[in-house]
C-alpha cells in the first residue's frame, strides 16, 4: 500500500500530489496469480526446505528448494539472486512456486496437476524401443515420450539418450505406469526465452557465440540461443575447406553476424535467415604471410585453378598467388602444358603487393632447384603453414622477372585491377561463369582493370530444380544477370530469373509506351495498320474493299 505524505500544518496537501498518489495506489495492484503461471522473483530469506521470494507486484512466494542442492549438499542459491519459476498452487493466499517437480514429490495428483499447470517434471531415460523412450518419474511412476518429442531436432542414436536426465512436459495421465510426457515441449519454451534475449542483441555485425547443430556440405547450422543461423561453407575458414573438416555437431563457435533476411520455414511460418561467418572473426592469412614474404623466396604451393593466361598457386589456406604464363621459364602456348589443378609445384616469389592483397610468382622447375637456390641464405621460419624451401639467387631470375612482369600488365585476372569492381544493387550486368559449385555459379564481370566477381545463387539460375548446373552453364557461359546484394567488402550476389524479369518488363512498357504514342496519333493500332498495308489502302476501312 502506498505510503501517504503527512498534510503540512496550516493547510491540505496538494491536488497535484494527491492525483499522483492515486496513479501510485493504481499501479500497485496485485496481481492474481494462478497455478502453471511463469514469475520471477528475488531471493529475500533462505530456509531449510523453502525460500522467500519478492515478487515484482509486491508480493511474497514460497520456492520449493527440493533438487536444488547439488551432490554435495551446496544449495546453488544466495540471498538477492533472481529465479524464475513457476506457480504451483495457492494455499491460504501463499504462493507456492517450484523450479520443476521433483522425483521425491511425484505422485499421480502431482502429475495431474503438472499437466494442467504444465508444471516440468523431472524423469530419467531408463531405456528406449522402437516407439520412444521409458522415462523413470521417481516414487514408482513411469512415463512414455515418443521419439518425435525427445528432441527439437532428430536424434540419430536414441541409446545415447539413455541413463539421461532431462526435464519434460506432462501431457496426459492415465495412471502412475501411463503417463505421456514430452521434452519437445519443454525445450521449445525455453528455446522461446533465449530467443527472445538474442534477438535483443541480433545485428548485422555484431559478434556472437553458439552451438554447431548440424553440419551440411554447403555449411554449419549454429544454435544462438533459441535462434538459428547458418554459416556458409566459404565463410567458415579462409581458403578452400570441407565443412566437416572444420567444425562437429556440439563444438562452440564464435560468429559475426553477416546478413539478417526475413523469410519462410517449411510450414510457412515467418522466420529469420540469418548468414553468419567465422572467417570474419579469424585472422588475416595474407596480412600475416605478407609480412614473411620477399621477393625471391622460394615456397611450395598447390595449384587451385589454370586459366588461359596463368595458374592461380595457394602457399596457404586463403593465400593466392599467380604465375603468368609468361613465368614458368619457358615459352608454353597453354599453363596446362606444365601444371595441372592440385598439383604441389616449388613458385618463386616475384612482387608482393599487400595494399592490393596480390602476389606474383614465377613457376621453379623441381629438377632445376639445387641451380636457382642460394646455398648461403638460411631457410626463412614462417608462423604460417606456409612451407618454405630457401632463398633464390639474385642472377637466377633477373631475364624471368623482367618477362613476367611484362606479362602481368595484360594478365585477364584480378590479380592487377586496381580497384574491385563494386557494383550497386539492381544494376544489370553481363556477366561470365568462372566456376560451378553446388550452390550456384561463381561469375565475373566488367573490364580487366575494373573486373568484379560475385555469386549467382542455385534459387537465382532459373533452372528446374535437380538440374545438373554444369551442363546447363558451363565455364564461359555469359549471360545477363541483376545485383540483389552488394557489400563494401566486394561481395556480390546477382539474379538470372530478376534479369529476365527486368528484361521482360522492359519490353512490355515499350510495347505499351508505343501503344499509347500510336492511340494519340488517332491511329488503329499496330495489327490494323499492318492489315491496311497488306489490302494496298493505308488508312482506309478494311469492310468497304
Do not use: W
Request: charged fraction near 25%; proline fraction near 5%.
Amino acid at each position: 500500500m502506498p505510503s501517504f505524505p503527512k498534510t503540512p500544518a496550516g493547510g491540505p496537501a496538494d491536488d497535484d500530489d494527491f492525483a499522483a498518489l492515486l496513479a501510485e495506489a493504481g499501479t500497485a495492484r496485485r496481481t492474481r496469480y494462478k497455478p502453471g503461471d511463469q514469475v520471477r522473483g528475488q531471493v529475500m530469506l533462505i530456509g531449510e526446505k523453502t525460500a522467500t521470494l519478492q515478487l515484482p507486484d509486491g508480493q511474497e512466494g514460497l520456492l520449493d528448494l527440493s533438487g536444488m542442492r547439488g551432490k554435495d549438499g551446496k544449495l546453488a542459491l544466495a540471498k538477492d539472486d533472481f529465479v524464475t519459476g513457476y506457480v504451483l498452487r495457492i494455499r491460504d493466499r501463499v504462493i507456492e512456486i517450484a523450479r520443476q517437480i521433483g522425483k521425491s514429490q511425484i505422485s499421480t495428483q502431482v502429475l495431474q496437476d503438472a499437466a494442467q499447470s504444465q508444471i516440468p517434471v523431472d524423469g530419467t531415460v531408463t531405456a528406449s524401443n522402437k516407439g520412444g523412450y521409458v522415462v523413470d518419474l521417481g516414487n514408482g511412476a513411469q512415463g512414455f515420450c515418443p521419439h518425435a518429442m525427445i528432441d527439437v531436432r532428430r536424434v540419430e542414436d536414441a541409446a545415447s539418450l539413455v541413463g539421461q536426465r532431462f526435464q519434460f512436459r506432462v501431457l496426459e495421465v492415465r495412471g502412475d505406469k501411463d503417463v505421456l510426457l514430452s521434452r519437445r515441449a519443454a525445450l521449445e519454451e525455453e528455446q522461446a526465452r533465449k530467443a527472445e534475449d538474442t534477438r535483443s542483441r541480433l545485428a548485422v555485425g555484431a559478434k556472437m557465440s553458439g552451438t554447431i547443430t548440424n553440419v551440411r556440405e554447403f555449411g554449419a547450422f549454429v544454435d544462438l540461443g533459441g535462434v538459428e543461423g547458418m554459416i556458409p561453407a566459404s565463410e567458415l575458414a579462409y581458403g578452400r575447406v570441407k565443412v566437416e573438416d572444420v567444425v562437429k555437431p556440439g563444438e562452440k563457435v564464435d560468429v559475426q553476424v553477416q546478413r539478417i533476411e526475413p523469410g519462410l520455414d517449411h510450414k510457412g511460418r515467418p522466420v529469420e535467415r540469418i548468414s553468419l561467418s567465422m572467417r570474419a572473426l579469424a585472422a588475416d592469412p595474407f596480412a600475416v604471410l605478407g609480412d614473411e614474404i620477399e621477393p625471391g623466396h622460394i615456397l611450395i604451393g598447390r595449384v587451385r585453378r589454370v586459366e588461359p593466361f596463368g595458374a592461380f598457386v595457394e602457399l596457404v589456406p586463403g593465400v593466392e598467388g599467380l604465375v603468368h604464363i609468361s613465368a614458368f621459364g619457358r615459352r608454353i602456348s597453354v599453363p596446362g602444358e606444365v601444371v595441372q589443378p592440385e598439383m604441389k609445384v616449388h613458385v618463386r616469389v616475384l612482387a608482393v603487393d599487400k595494399a592490393m592483397r596480390r602476389l606474383s610468382l614465377a613457376y621453379v622447375d623441381a629438377d632445376k632447384l639445387a641451380v636457382v637456390l642460394d646455398p648461403a641464405a638460411a631457410v626463412p621460419q614462417s608462423k604460417t603453414a606456409a612451407q618454405f624451401v630457401g632463398v633464390a639467387k639474385v642472377e637466377a631470375g633477373d631475364r624471368l622477372d623482367k618477362a613476367a612482369a611484362a606479362g602481368l600488365a595484360n594478365a585477364p585476372t584480378n590479380q592487377r585491377q586496381e580497384k574491385p569492381r563494386v557494383p550497386s544493387i539492381g544494376e544489370l550486368l553481363d556477366v561470365t561463369v568462372d566456376k560451378t559449385e553446388s550452390f550456384g555459379v561463381l561469375v565475373r564481370f566488367g573490364q580487366p582493370g575494373a573486373m568484379g566477381r560475385g555469386m549467382v545463387p542455385i534459387s537465382e539460375l532459373g533452372l528446374a530444380q535437380g538440374a545438373d548446373i554444369r551442363r546447363h552453364l558451363p565455364v564461359g557461359t555469359t549471360f545477363a544477370a541483376v545485383v540483389i546484394d552488394s557489400r563494401p567488402d566486394g561481395r556480390v550476389r546477382l539474379s538470372r530469373t530478376g534479369a529476365e524479369r527486368a528484361r521482360e518488363r522492359a519490353e512490355a512498357d515499350s510495347f505499351l509506351a508505343a501503344q499509347a504514342q500510336q492511340a494519340a496519333r488517332g491511329g488503329v493500332g499496330t495489327f490494323g495498320e499492318l492489315l491496311l498495308q497488306r489490302l494496298g489502302q493505308p488508312g482506309a476501312n478494311p469492310a468497304k474493299k
